[in-house]
């Protein structure tokens, strides 16, 4: 592994361990240089709740690109609120708070998730 996912991932972890404290569901999120994925999980981060990405049939973009994470996010809202979770914490995997990971976190809130 390159130094820099191994910096990433050590953020990631970071902030897990702080986020695992708080007693609402985690979405998560992870970029590919192709694609684009976003889970949330239960509190204890055992089972996931809701899911989708760009690899999927019913998401009209199939590239990496702010279109494609607002996309996901709009569509892991909506299977989130379908599944009864309403308030998540938003767990950015290590990566930078701007561009696509931004893209999907307004998304969405817009769709009606609470972080």
Do not use: W
Not at 18 to 37: A, C, E, G, N, T
Not at 67 to 93: I, M, Q, Y
Not at 101 to 107: G, N, Q, R, V
Request: aromatic fraction near 6%; proline fraction near 1%; avoid cysteine.
């Amino acid at each position: 592994m390159s130094i820099k996912n191994l910096s990433r991932l050590r953020r990631a972890k970071k902030t897990r361990m702080k986020i695992r404290h708080q007693s609402s569901p985690r979405l998560s999120v992870f970029r590919s240089s192709q694609h684009f994925y976003a889970q949330i999980f239960d509190s204890l981060g055992t089972t996931v709740i809701a899911s989708a990405s760009t690899v999927e049939k019913d998401i009209d973009e199939k590239s990496n690109n702010v279109k494609a994470a607002e996309a996901v996010g709009k569509k892991v809202a909506e299977r989130a609120l379908e599944n009864g979770v309403t308030k998540v914490v938003f767990d950015r995997s290590g990566y930078k708070y701007h561009g696509r990971i931004k893209a999907l976190a307004d998304s969405a809130r817009d769709a009606g998730l609470e972080f």
